[in-house]
């Protein structure tokens, strides 16, 4: 499992890494192949067809959780029947609505009605054809990439996104150093993303052939059990946006545009570490539902735990680092051009420390469809937050967004997301919950001194020599105080072993696993990585995949091979995670626990 998360984690922080790239690389070429006013219209056409997306209505997260569950308990009805339904609902949606751009963008006034002026009605209408095209047919296709999540490989759903962005990129900068026209340029996110689905249909029919999306198991009753889950992430989605959106309106209200900018770059630093939040999480979604679908509570409890620990080192230690190099790092980044508000700063980064307990929790709910209670927590916590915001920021101006956005969701989301996931994971709540605030300010406040004195010390210094220094610094004391303050000894063992036998087992492809060895899951974890067998739904391991040799020359007992697996990611469980009885599905077929798919 760690393997899996470490490769999805480092997928997903590429994806994050090449957003911000493409935006360095592509703003200086748009704006020296056009000129600034055709940037801004390309933009607002972009925007504008942008709203197609709320057609998805969160459609798309629920039947890729709904399917990984399926996939854990190796149901390949159910899952087809929910990739069919679904995939079948968005192609019909997709087409129908292209045929309606079609028709509307040559016949409707676009050009006056989005005070397009600097382009010709014709380019208008193609730029909205081809980016309304992109964004109705990537809720399909988010589902074809969406068959490698739900069989364990995040990594790899991520990477054929990173892929595309990579080719959309590099055929963006193409054309605007050829100085080549918006109507054309408009294709690319169209043309990359087909390309990359297509070969995302390759892959799944050449691994997995009885995933492959289509038409021919969907029904209607599918749809509607994904309904409310759906319609509950559209909200979720809704309350995220109307918390960004909001704050930007109460930061101009304080005063106008030198005010939004200010708050805007400032919010940017905690959006950073909130993203590296969310990557980290996302990781374990996949894991969630496998655990979930399989009634493993004592699997989701180290989920739980492993979310909270990389919480603690990643947000905190980068939190600690920009509360400390934000107001520097603003000014190099601007130009000198916008003054950092130092304590607006921190206080936004508070913010995003203080969420880690219930962003936990809010995986645990929302990775396996959970989120009835999480969705109207989350809902009152923002409302609270912006009402908080509007009283305070007359007496506190800009702070005041981010210190009303603390108290709704200290109201809202603190003790009661909290609360419900130690009643899921069987956890007593108030130790836990005592526990985890408490090594939350255990960490924080040496992190946050350690990087303060080390500014003092470095003064000095050259930013590009002090900043990677303070960052180094702030993510050692948070590991380090994670490592001593948050896992148990029982824990800190077990992972030194896990790392002494990635050490070993990284140097011989031939292992055996040793009898009561608490390892086992994970040697046969690091084995499915580097294996190049095919085996098909349903057949059976071939003789001694089940054992392991190592070189420390362990043996013992057949380990079991759990029946969810993919490419560099396969699903193993160690005796205690792993059911030995068979196991039915809806058709009536018995599919033994020692089955497994691989691709």
């Known amino acids: 499992m760690l393997m899996r998360v470490y490769k999805a984690v480092r997928a997903l922080l590429f994806g994050q890494f090449i957003a911000r790239l493409s935006s360095f690389i592509l703003v200086p070429l748009f704006l020296k192949s056009w000129s600034a006013e055709t940037y801004g219209e390309y933009l607002t056409i972009f925007a504008s067809t942008s709203y197609l997306a709320t057609i998805e209505a969160g459609f798309v997260q629920a039947a890729i959780n709904e399917m990984t569950a399926a996939y854990a308990r190796c149901d390949v009805p159910r899952f087809r029947g929910v990739l069919h339904s679904t995939f079948t609902l968005y192609s019909g949606i997709a087409a129908v609505g292209t045929t309606a751009l079609l028709v509307a963008a040559f016949r409707l006034p676009f050009r006056p009605w989005l005070h397009l002026r600097s382009i010709s009605d014709a380019t208008a209408a193609i730029t909205v054809c081809s980016l309304g095209i992109y964004v109705l047919w990537n809720m399909p296709f988010r589902l074809v990439f969406g068959v490698f999540q739900s069989t364990g490989d995040l990594a790899r759903t991520q990477w054929l996104t990173n892929i595309q962005q990579i080719l959309a990129l590099i055929a963006s900068a193409a054309l605007l150093l050829n100085h080549r026209g918006l109507a054309l340029l408009s294709f690319v996110p169209a043309a990359t993303l087909m390309a990359v689905a297509a070969a995302s249909f390759l892959l799944i029919r050449s691994g997995l052939p009885e995933l492959v999306p289509g038409f021919g198991g969907a029904q209607w009753g599918t749809v509607g059990e994904l309904t409310s889950s759906s319609v509950l992430f559209f909200l979720l989605t809704l309350a995220n946006l109307a918390v960004f959106q909001g704050s930007v309106m109460l930061s101009a209200a304080v005063g106008a545009g030198v005010a939004v900018a200010v708050f805007s770059v400032s919010r940017t630093l905690s959006i950073l570490v909130r993203s590296c939040t969310d990557a980290f999480n996302n990781a374990f979604w996949p894991e969630i539902a496998r655990f979930d679908a399989q009634g493993n509570q004592a699997g989701l ?242 003789p001694g995949q089940g054992r392991l040799t190592s070189p420390s020359g362990l043996r013992g007992a057949d380990v079991k091979v759990a029946h969810g697996a993919s490419n560099g990611g396969n699903y193993y469980e160690s005796p205690d995670d792993l059911s030995h009885q068979e196991q039915s599905n809806p058709d009536g077929a018995n599919i033994s626990h020692k089955k497994m798919v691989r691709y």
């Open 301 to 542: 409890r180290r989920i739980h735990r492993m979310i909270l620990a990389g919480s603690f080192v990643f947000t905190i230690g980068l939190a600690a680092f920009l509360g400390t190099e934000g107001k520097p790092f603003v000014t190099v980044w601007t130009g000198g051009r916008i003054a950092a508000d130092v304590v607006l700063i921190r206080l936004l980064l508070i913010m995003s420390v203080l969420q880690i307990p219930w962003l936990a929790g809010y995986s645990l709910a929302a990775a396996c469809n959970r989120h009835k209670n999480l969705v109207r927590y989350y809902v009152i916590a923002s409302a609270v937050g912006l009402a908080s915001a509007m009283i305070l920021v007359r007496w506190l101006g800009l702070r005041a967004v981010p210190i009303g956005l603390i108290i709704g969701e200290a109201l809202g989301c603190y003790h009661f997301i909290v609360r419900d996931a130690c009643q899921r994971l069987g956890e007593e709540y108030a130790p836990f919950a005592a526990r985890v605030w408490i090594t939350l300010a255990v960490i924080s406040l040496p992190a946050y001194l350690i990087t303060q004195s080390i500014e003092s010390f470095a003064a000095n210094m050259s930013l590009v020599l002090r900043m990677p220094l303070i960052l180094l610094v702030s993510l050692t004391s948070t590991s380090l105080s994670t490592w001593l303050v948050w896992l148990t000894p029982t824990e800190r063992g077990q992972l030194k072993q896990r790392l002494r036998l990635n050490r070993i087992f990284s140097e011989s492809t031939d292992y055996q696993a040793g009898a009561g060895a608490e390892c086992a899951w994970w040697t046969l974890l690091i084995e499915a990585t580097r294996s190049r067998n095919r085996t098909r739904i349903g057949e059976a391991v071939a």
